[in-house]
């Protein structure tokens, strides 16, 4: 397995596809201690000249200690047929389970970010903003009622796209 950079302009594929419907990965910690969980909400673009990635993460998550305690972020798209591990990854938490284990998939570490082997292409982010995402700041009330039945409100967080490698 080799990487291979490219620029973020050069990802192919549609981005509400590629985060809403394939899923996504998204990672942080060091060689020592990291985690990783499911993401299907998700923006990519542009914002403060640069390109960007917004991810929402709710207040449960333990992804998001690892998130907070940490710099940078990975966004990773895993090559097709791994369903069942980001069914898991998206089911059972860090706290209770050995993730890497339990998904079957083989961690790396890029540019001090964690990906793994079944990647198709990583995105390493550097943390520009994070936000929790207030009740009172919905307009659309029904969104917030729909999304947040058990409260677990999302912080956002907008992350530079530093580097995207693709999994040759
Ligand atoms: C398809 C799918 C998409 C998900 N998208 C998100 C998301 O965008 N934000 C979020 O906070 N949780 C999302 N989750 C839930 C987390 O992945 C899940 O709660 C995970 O077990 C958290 O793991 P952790 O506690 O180890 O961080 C999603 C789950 C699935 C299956």
């Known amino acids: 397995m080799s990487l291979k950079e490219i620029n973020p302009t050069e990802l192919g594929g549609n981005v509400i596809d590629e985060i809403s419907n394939k899923w996504m990965l998204l990672a942080a910690g060091n060689e020592s201690k990291f985690n990783f969980m499911t993401?299907?909400?998700?923006?990519?673009?542009?914002?403060?000249f640069e390109p960007a990635i917004t991810a929402y993460v709710r207040e449960s998550r333990y992804t998001k200690e690892f998130i907070d305690s940490n710099e940078l972020f990975s966004m990773i798209s895993l090559k097709d047929g791994y369903k069942?591990?980001?069914?898991?990854?998206?089911?059972?938490?860090?706290?209770?389970?050995?993730?890497?284990?339990?998904?079957?998939?083989?961690?790396?570490?890029?540019?001090?970010?964690?990906?793994?082997?079944?990647?198709?292409?990583?995105?390493?982010?550097?943390?520009m903003y994070a936000d929790f995402m207030p009740q009172e700041n919905f307009i659309?009330?029904?969104?917030?009622?729909?999304?947040?039945?058990?409260?677990?409100?999302?912080?956002?967080?907008?992350?530079?796209?530093?580097?995207?490698?693709?999994?040759?």
Not at 39 to 48: A, F, H, L, T
Not at 140 to 163: C, R, S, V
């Open 84 to 127: 069942k591990a980001l069914q898991i990854a998206g089911s059972k938490s860090g706290r209770d389970i050995d993730k890497v284990k339990e998904t079957g998939l083989t961690p790396l570490f890029i540019d001090g970010v964690p990906s793994f082997e079944e990647a198709a292409y990583t995105i390493v982010c550097k943390k």
């Open 140 to 168: 659309d009330k029904q969104a917030f009622k729909k999304a947040y039945p058990e409260g677990n409100l999302h912080t956002m967080y907008i992350g530079k796209i530093l580097k995207v490698y693709l999994n040759k």
């Open 39 to 48: 993401v299907s909400w998700g923006m990519m673009g542009e914002i403060w």
